[in-house]
């Protein structure tokens, strides 16, 4: 039962390195999206997808970029890091249907430092 | 825009009931979910109410919705040591996008 796998789990960055969060699901689920965890603020949700080769922004999506080149993979990539992206990332995914997307199903984070 | 708010913090002793509030302000919004985070996890679902109920009850879980107010309340009955955790009122609107509260952090003291 894996469901919705992420990794790394920690990384530890500088400022202006590159990286690539993975996300991995197995639930044949059509919406995959990535949010920010931060104390105080909830989570923010960054970029989504509703099926291979569409993607969207969410509500803070600067400084990051995803592709969705297959159901089951949805990466986050930052370009340059910055010091503000330090935080706690969630990949989430869910099944569509006519009312939207449903139960979000959640991997166990990924805790980004960046120095 | 949509904003949903949490108080941050609640403390109740192992037995006692714990009351969890949120507002919302989408009213559009069809479905209203709470999420629990236990440390170093992932949110997973608790339960969840449509737009068109008033309440919900789950075992332990009751589910209140004010739709006038845009409120939203989660009570659990007879908390214990492992209700504590963060736990997250978030809606949905149908345009694919969730909004999550802040998180209420539930210590339960024994």
């Known amino acids: 039962n894996a469901g919705v796998t992420q990794t790394p789990k920690f990384q530890v960055l500088k400022t202006g390195q590159s990286m690539t969060l993975q996300c991995a699901q197995d639930m044949n689920h059509e919406y995959m999206s990535w949010y920010r965890q931060d104390p105080g603020m909830g989570l923010r949700l960054i970029h989504y997808s509703v099926g291979a080769g569409i993607t969207d922004q969410g509500e803070v999506p600067n400084g990051y970029n995803v592709s969705r080149s297959t159901t089951e993979d949805f990466p986050l990539r930052l370009l340059s890091a910055a010091p503000s992206q330090t935080s706690v990332y969630f990949c989430a995914s869910s099944f569509t249907g006519l009312a939207g997307a449903g139960e979000l199903f959640f991997g166990e984070g990924s805790r980004l430092t960046v120095l | 825009g949509e904003d949903v708010e949490q108080s941050l913090f609640l403390s109740v002793r192992e037995g006692d009931s714990s009351v969890i509030n949120c507002t919302y302000t989408?009213?559009?919004?069809?479905?209203l979910y709470w999420y629990k985070q236990e440390p170093g996890a992932g949110l997973q679902l608790l339960t969840y109410?449509?737009?068109?109920?008033d309440m919900k009850q789950d075992q332990r879980l009751t589910v209140l919705l004010n739709k006038k107010d845009k409120h939203l309340s989660l009570r659990i009955a007879d908390t214990q040591t492992g209700d504590s955790a963060i736990y997250f009122c978030?809606?949905?609107?149908?345009?694919?996008?969730?909004?999550f509260g802040t998180g209420t952090r539930l210590k339960v003291l024994a």
């Open positions: 109410i449509f737009s068109n109920m």
């Open positions: 978030a809606e949905y609107s149908g345009t694919y996008k969730y909004i």
């Open positions: 989408d009213s559009s919004s069809t479905y």
